[in-house]
C-alpha cells in the first residue's frame, strides 16, 4: 500500500486564489511527521511546513497551511492567495517516528503539479 | 547564510564510467541523506549518513553504490560502472539532530546524472 497518496496529479488556480493540495497517508505509528516540499521546474526542492502528529493546532507559515485531520489520516496543504511564483510540483513526505528518534527516512508522495493562471 | 550545497548540478557519463556526487550539509547539520528522483516520480530514500558511519543505507543499490560522509569535507555519493538505469537526480538533505527539533531536512538543488 502506498504510504502518501496524492492523488491530484495536476491541479489549476487563479492567481489571487487559494487551493488545496491533497495529501493522505498511512502509518501504524502513533509519532510521525508530515512535510510538504516545493519543486519549481529549475529543480530544487525548498521545504514548506511541517506538522507533528501530535501538534493539535495545524501548522501555519505565511501564506501556507495545513490541514491536518488526523482520524482521516489526511494532511493537506493549502496555499492562500496564490501567486504566479507559486507554479511548481508540491510533494507531501512523512516521517514514521518520533522526531529525534531512529526513524528518519522521509517517504515521498508523487507530487501535483501546480499552475496558476494570471 | 550557505544551505546545503551540492556540486556539480549536472553530470554526463557513458556507460561504465564512474559518478562522483558532492554535498557539504548546511552549517551546524551533522546528518546526511540521500535520495534520488527518477522522472515523473517523487523522492527515494537511499543512504543516511552521520560523519564517518553510514546509519542506513537500505534504499542503496547494493552493488556499484556506495556513500561516504568523511570527518573533513563533504559527503560523496559514488557511482562505480554507470548504466542508463542510473540517470536520474539526486539529492542530497541534511538536518539537525536532536530531540527539540522537528529534524527537518533541508535539500540542496539536486545533481542531475545523465549517463549516454
Known amino acids: 500500500a502506498q504510504k502518501i497518496t496524492q492523488t491530484q496529479p495536476g491541479m489549476f488556480v487563479q492567481e489571487k486564489e487559494a487551493v488545496t493540495l491533497d495529501c493522505t497517508y498511512d502509518?501504524?505509528?502513533?509519532?510521525?511527521?508530515l512535510f510538504w516540499y516545493k519543486q519549481p521546474s529549475s529543480g530544487e526542492m525548498i521545504f514548506l511546513i511541517y506538522q507533528g502528529s501530535y501538534d493539535e493546532q495545524n501548522a501555519t507559515e505565511g501564506r501556507y497551511s495545513l490541514n491536518f485531520q488526523k482520524a482521516r489520516k489526511s494532511a493537506n496543504l493549502v496555499i492562500s492567495a496564490s501567486q504566479l511564483g507559486d507554479s511548481a510540483m508540491y510533494f507531501c513526505?512523512?516521517?514514521?517516528?518520533?522526531?529525534?528518534?531512529?526513524?528518519?527516512?522521509?517517504?515521498f508522495g508523487k507530487g501535483t503539479l501546480l499552475t496558476v493562471n494570471p | 547564510n550557505a544551505g546545503v550545497m551540492q556540486n556539480p548540478r549536472h553530470l554526463v557519463r557513458r556507460r561504465g564510467q564512474e559518478a562522483r556526487l558532492r554535498c557539504s550539509p548546511m552549517?551546524?547539520?551533522?546528518?546526511v541523506y540521500w535520495y534520488r528522483q527518477l522522472p515523473e516520480e517523487g523522492l527515494k530514500f537511499m543512504v543516511y549518513?552521520?560523519?564517518?558511519?553510514?546509519?542506513?543505507e537500505s534504499g542503496m543499490p547494493k552493488e556499484r553504490f556506495s556513500a561516504e560522509f568523511p570527518k573533513e569535507g563533504p559527503s560523496i555519493l559514488r557511482i562505480q560502472q554507470v548504466v542508463r538505469g542510473d540517470s536520474a537526480a539526486y539529492f542530497c538533505a541534511s538536518s539537525q539532530f536532536d530531540l527539540s527539533s522537528t529534524d527537518t531536512q533541508y535539500f540542496g538543488p539536486g545533481t542531475r546524472l545523465t549517463v549516454l
Open positions: 502509518t501504524s505509528d502513533q509519532s510521525y511527521g
Open positions: 552549517k551546524g547539520h551533522s546528518h
Open positions: 513526505a512523512m516521517r514514521e517516528g518520533r522526531s529525534g528518534g531512529s526513524n528518519y527516512k522521509l517517504t
Open positions: 549518513l552521520q560523519k564517518e558511519n553510514i546509519i542506513d
